[in-house]
């Protein structure tokens, strides 16, 4: 029996060893991406503690400012946003942050609804977003239509990243290696943004109708209906959103809206020309690229979204609530690193 003990206590012993090699070498292989994150550090916000939701791709994550917001009207937020957002990672993102949040208002970005996701070419998007996620049935799910569709990814590399990421040992350098956990607070929200400044020219006849047919992708549907149908059976207001871009247009813009009363919920572009005249977006100076603003351009985007959350759905103004305290910290501290204070 004695015997039996120690050989069961050797055996536990070298799992545990094994564990904890095997996650700091996980550390060091890595890649350190804002993205992930961004994406891994909501899972510390407080219980119950964030009043809008917002999920979608990069002109979310790079547009839009819960830290400006929560300095305007004091109601709390968060992106849970990556680029070249996968449909199928979005309505994952939304469905697990429902477990542990009761948000007022879920934001929904879903310029990726006439287009296809193809799970090869954009691996390393997917990785971003699913680098961050904890090991969960929303992220074993997407695991598994990525792993039908692209079958030289492995569920076993989504699982443990280290098995992916194990090549890089050739740019790590082991002199000055210094394991880097995902972050565990953010004072950005799941909001990075750029200072850099691309001048843009906007296109001729921009947002004026041509007469083009778009075409729903069906799989984006399908997610972008599901997520909706979500947030209705928990009771949860959705404003659909589009976000300043150079390629959008008159019909995919009018598709949106039409989606929109379908389902009996809000839908909110930045590109109409009413919106786009009140904010004076000016391509000279408010864009990184020609689908993302910068800096200036955030500014902008944030503050006429926080208006109108604030004047539409009755979020809190939690400025003066000492259980908020933290987000008057992260708010002094992410005004510093945006160089706004």
Same mark, same amino acid.
């Given at each position: #029996?004695?015997? %039996?003990?120690?050989?069961?206590?050797?055996?536990?012993?070298?799992?545990?060893?094994?564990?904890?090699?095997?996650?700091?070498?996980? %550390?060091?292989?890595?890649?350190?991406?804002?993205?992930?994150?961004?994406?891994?550090?909501?899972?510390?916000?407080?219980?119950?503690?964030?009043?809008?939701?917002?999920?979608?791709?990069?002109?979310?994550?790079?547009?839009?400012?819960?830290?400006?917001?929560?300095?305007?009207?004091?109601?709390?937020?968060? #992106?849970?946003?990556?680029?070249?957002?996968?449909?199928?990672?979005?309505?994952?993102?939304?469905?697990?942050?429902?477990?542990?949040?009761?948000?007022?208002?879920?934001?929904?970005?879903?310029?990726?609804?006439?287009?296809?996701?193809?799970?090869?070419?954009?691996?390393?998007?997917?990785?971003?977003?699913?680098?961050? #996620?904890?090991?969960?049935?929303?992220?074993?799910?997407?695991?598994?239509?990525?792993?039908?569709?692209?079958?030289?990814?492995?569920?076993?590399?989504?699982?443990?990243?280290?098995?992916?990421?194990?090549?890089?040992?050739?740019?790590?350098?082991?002199?000055?290696?210094?394991?880097?956990?995902?972050?565990?607070?953010?004072?950005?929200?799941?909001?990075?943004?750029?200072?850099?400044?691309?001048?843009?020219?906007?296109?001729?006849?921009?947002?004026?109708?041509?007469?083009?047919?778009?075409?729903?992708?069906?799989?984006?549907?399908?997610?972008?209906?599901?997520?909706?149908?979500?947030?209705?059976?928990?009771?949860?207001?959705?404003?659909?959103?589009?976000?300043?871009?150079?390629?959008?247009?008159?019909?995919?813009?009018?598709?949106?809206?039409?989606?929109?009363?379908?389902?009996?919920?809000?839908?909110?572009?930045?590109?109409?020309?009413?919106?786009?005249?009140?904010?004076?977006?000016?391509?000279?100076?408010?864009?990184?690229?020609?689908?993302? #603003?910068?800096?200036?351009?955030?500014?902008?985007?944030?503050?006429?979204?926080?208006?109108?959350?604030?004047?539409?759905?009755?979020?809190?103004?939690?400025?003066?609530?000492?259980?908020?305290?933290?987000?008057? %910290?992260?708010?002094?501290?992410?005004?510093?690193?945006?160089?706004?204070?």
């Amino acid at each position: #029996m004695a015997k %039996k003990i120690n050989i069961l206590l050797r055996c536990v012993a070298f799992c545990i060893v094994f564990v904890l090699i095997f996650g700091q070498i996980s %550390k060091l292989y890595r890649r350190d991406d804002d993205e992930t994150n961004e994406i891994h550090a909501f899972y510390n916000e407080p219980q119950d503690t964030i009043d809008v939701l917002c999920v979608g791709s990069s002109p979310l994550l790079r547009g839009v400012s819960p830290m400006l917001m929560y300095q305007e009207h004091g109601f709390t937020s968060y #992106m849970r946003a990556s680029a070249l957002q996968a449909p199928s990672v979005s309505y994952a993102l939304l469905s697990e942050s429902l477990q542990k949040q009761s948000p007022k208002v879920v934001v929904l970005l879903a310029d990726n609804l006439f287009q296809s996701y193809d799970y090869a070419k954009r691996e390393g998007d997917m990785r971003r977003a699913m680098d961050g #996620m904890r090991i969960s049935r929303y992220k074993w799910d997407v695991i598994r239509e990525v792993t039908k569709f692209d079958d030289r990814q492995t569920a076993l590399s989504y699982l443990f990243p280290l098995f992916r990421y194990h090549e890089r040992w050739k740019e790590v350098n082991w002199a000055e290696a210094d394991p880097k956990p995902l972050l565990q607070h953010s004072v950005r929200k799941g909001n990075v943004f750029l200072k850099d400044i691309s001048p843009q020219t906007v296109p001729h006849n921009f947002m004026q109708p041509t007469g083009e047919a778009v075409v729903y992708d069906e799989n984006a549907l399908y997610y972008t209906e599901k997520s909706i149908a979500l947030c209705k059976e928990k009771g949860i207001e959705v404003v659909l959103l589009h976000l300043p871009k150079m390629s959008w247009t008159w019909e995919k813009s009018q598709a949106m809206q039409m989606l929109a009363q379908r389902h009996g919920i809000t839908y909110l572009d930045f590109d109409t020309e009413p919106i786009r005249s009140q904010i004076s977006v000016d391509p000279m100076v408010d864009y990184y690229d020609q689908g993302h #603003m910068n800096l200036t351009g955030m500014l902008k985007v944030s503050a006429y979204l926080g208006d109108y959350l604030a004047e539409r759905y009755e979020l809190s103004d939690h400025r003066t609530d000492a259980a908020y305290a933290q987000w008057e %910290k992260d708010l002094q501290q992410y005004l510093k690193d945006a160089g706004l204070s």
